[in-house]
């Protein structure tokens, strides 16, 4: 049984539990003011509408990523697989403004704001229990047929299936996403509430539930 104390490494975790990144946000902010109306017209494919958002759109090819760009400064990449794509994606977008003639005062501050990841746990998991034995769960069954789940530590969400998949949102580093995988684990095993994959497999019925992230969502 896992503990706090030995969860696996990132690696054995990842292997173990199937975790793949979907969508990685990161913000970086410019101690500067970005004049987005002469982006706009210098970023092949930028899409700039002060009337409708305040914030210009333009697609990054390497990494591949959406960028949201603010008078302000600020800039948001989205999109990325991993934080050293979307850190890569911003550095990347400074260099594509410094291209045009905008003049960059210092590197950008740049921050992890979400990640959404999927994992398996190749078990069954009864969502039924586990609404009624888990604090700050969500579970409706005639609306949707995942139980969302708050966790305190790591502080993520995680939408998890009766098929034993799990989609883990809010996650600021990929050992948050492992460790979050890990605890929910154990406490399903502890709490009786996970049917091991074989046994599971032999009544299952066929059930097919992709991971809900996007690779655009902010």
Do not use: W
């Amino acid at each position: 049984m896992l503990t706090t104390a030995d969860f696996p490494t990132a690696a054995t975790t990842k292997l173990d539990y199937q975790v793949r990144v979907e969508n990685v946000v990161a913000s970086g902010k410019l101690e500067q003011r970005l004049d987005l109306n002469m982006i706009s017209g210098s970023v092949p494919g930028a899409r700039y509408n002060p009337k409708k958002f305040p914030g210009l759109f333009f697609n990054l090819k390497s990494p591949k990523s959406l960028l949201l760009l603010f008078n302000s400064g600020k800039i948001i990449s989205m999109g990325t697989r991993s934080v050293r794509q979307a850190k890569r994606a911003i550095v990347n977008a400074v260099r594509e403004l410094r291209s045009i003639g905008m003049v960059a005062l210092a590197e950008p501050r740049i921050e992890i704001q979400n990640m959404v990841a999927c994992a398996d746990l190749k078990a069954r998991i009864d969502l039924e229990d586990l609404a009624l034995n888990l604090r700050k769960t969500i579970y409706e069954p005639e609306n949707f047929p995942g139980l969302i789940y708050v966790m305190d530590e790591p502080k993520v969400t995680l939408l998890l299936f009766t098929n034993g998949k799990i989609v883990c949102a809010g996650a600021k580093s990929e050992n948050d996403v492992y460790r979050a995988v890990a605890k929910i684990h154990d406490t399903l095993e502890t709490k009786g509430l996970i049917e091991p994959e074989t046994a599971a497999r032999a009544r299952q019925e066929p059930e097919e539930i992709s991971c809900l992230a996007t690779n655009s969502s902010a």
